[in-house]
């Protein structure tokens, strides 16, 4: 998925001549925005969700000599376990396409695997944007996760990426990568870009509740057993392989680790095994959106897992 990600950025960029070990374009400030607009309803977000950022009110963007792409990030960690919803990006001006991303730790200054990626808009400046995440990637306590936007080949003259007001957290709130130069990410307090303001990047997130940990970091094997389709619309299945007679149970959880349904099974014979899920909890009522935990006990042994419920 990461190199995935490395191409469709990298397609069409205009690569410029340089001397060795000299950077082929320069980072400027760009226009100093006159009003910060507050995060309009219309993209989806509101007050009464929680959002993750090191930046404040949206200061100016900043312009690479050139229409190349490039990509900013912002570092989290919480101390409980967290749902990535969305991310919030604030575009200055167009750019010709988004693509934003949820990555783990390489290490303090380098996104990791990509956890869940999604393309976005990148038509109209001045204005928050929302990316939802398709599997609201579930992130364990003290586990750095990465909150990337990347924009690919912007038009001359515009700044999509907005920096704040100042100034930067170090190591947190403000990284860029240009992919003609290589695949590092660089903290835009180091040379080159030394600029002293953070990405305008922010987290949506949801926290689950501490029974969540076990429940999302199985100690088990899981290879005995599969959840289809995914994302889930209506009905979702688990199938798994019983070896011996019994009882076996399937248990699903919201995020805060509630219990949300309990679906029994009776092994009279070993063999192969489908539990289905439609999406309704125990007293009957169809659960909303978004990303479910569950747990089957079976074989003597338990196993975890997610399904996402769309809509």
């Not at 977000?45 to 404040?56: I, K, N, Y």
């Not at 190591?171 to 992919?179: C, D, H, K, Q, V």
């Not at 987290?203 to 429940?215: F, H, K, P, Q, T």
């Not at 219990?259 to 289905?276: A, E, F, H, N, Q």
Request: charged share 20%.
């Amino acid at each position: 998925m990461k190199n995935l990600l490395f191409l469709l950025v990298a397609v069409g960029m205009t690569l410029a001549a340089s001397e060795p070990g000299v950077m082929p374009y320069s980072v400027e400030l760009g226009p100093k925005l006159s009003d910060a607009i507050a995060m309009p309803q219309t993209s989806g977000w509101s007050a009464e969700e929680e959002t993750l950022h090191w930046d404040g009110d949206p200061d100016r963007g900043f312009s690479i000599n050139g229409t190349y792409s490039y990509g900013c990030a912002c570092r989290f960690t919480e101390s409980e376990p967290v749902a990535v919803k969305a991310i919030l990006y604030y575009l200055t001006g167009n750019a010709d396409a988004v693509f934003c991303y949820v990555a783990g730790q390489n290490n303090s200054a380098q996104p990791g695997t990509v956890l869940d990626t999604t393309r976005s808009s990148g038509l109209g400046g001045g204005v928050w944007k929302r990316a939802n995440m398709p599997s609201q990637p579930l992130i364990p306590a003290y586990e750095d996760f990465w909150t990337c936007v990347i924009i690919r080949r912007h038009p001359a003259g515009e700044s999509p990426m907005t920096l704040d007001l100042g100034p930067i957290v170090p190591f947190r709130g403000g990284y860029i990568n240009l992919p003609e130069v290589g695949p590092d990410w660089f903290q835009l307090t180091d040379a080159p870009f030394w600029t002293d303001r953070n990405n305008n990047i922010r987290a949506v997130v949801e926290r689950a509740g501490s029974g969540v940990e076990e429940i999302i970091n199985p100690s088990e094997p899981t290879a005995w057993h599969r959840f289809w389709p995914s994302p889930v619309y209506s009905v979702g299945h688990l199938t798994y392989q019983a070896w011996q007679t019994g009882n076996a149970r399937l248990d699903i959880y919201d995020v805060a680790g509630n219990l949300v349904r309990t679906i029994p099974d009776r092994v009279d014979k070993p063999g192969t095994r489908t539990l289905s899920w439609d999406c309704r909890s125990n007293a009957g009522r169809r659960v909303v959106a978004g990303t479910y935990l569950y747990r089957l006990a079976a074989n003597g042994q338990t196993v975890t897992g997610k399904a996402v419920v769309l809509d």
